[in-house]
């Protein structure tokens, strides 16, 4: 049996960065993904975001790749928004998503950063926040 410990910190938006997740349709939308999560056996440690988007600290395991569970997370997740009619207009998440792993000694960090989302889009926007990430971990390959 093979031992695998893969921390990804992965962040999806909503299609067109529609504002679509409120607070009380945050809660509801990060309940049923952690929920589903556990029945795809997929670890999620944090899970928090904004108005337009969600960040998720979560464990790859032996038996699944990256696109894999972010499709399991953000497909079924879109299915059951537009299936509960928790928005006004059908809900998407945007095609594109980033997601990096985090070493074990980064994971404390991580987890804060996800968990103060609110405090932290006070200051930033996402676009601020999604070009920071970017350049950061040179995820356009330019350097």
Known sequence: MPFVKIMVHAVWRTKNHQPFLTKEIKDKVIAHIK??????????????????????LFALNADMALTKALQLLKGESSHWINANKLT?????????????????????????????????????????????????????GQG
């Not at 997929?42 to 960040?55: A, K, P, Q, R, T």
């Not at 000694?105 to 070009?131: A, G």
């Open 88 to 140: 006004n207009t059908p809900f998407e998440w945007a095609d594109e998503y980033y997601g990096v792993s985090v070493s074990e000694s980064h994971i404390e960090s991580v987890r804060h950063y996800i968990l103060t989302q609110e405090e932290h889009h006070k200051k930033m926007t996402f676009m601020e926040e999604y070009e920071r990430f970017i350049k950061k971990y040179n995820l356009d």
């Open 35 to 56: 929920e589903n999560s556990r029945e795809k056996k997929i670890y999620i440690d944090s899970l928090n975001g904004h108005v337009d988007h969600l960040h998720c």
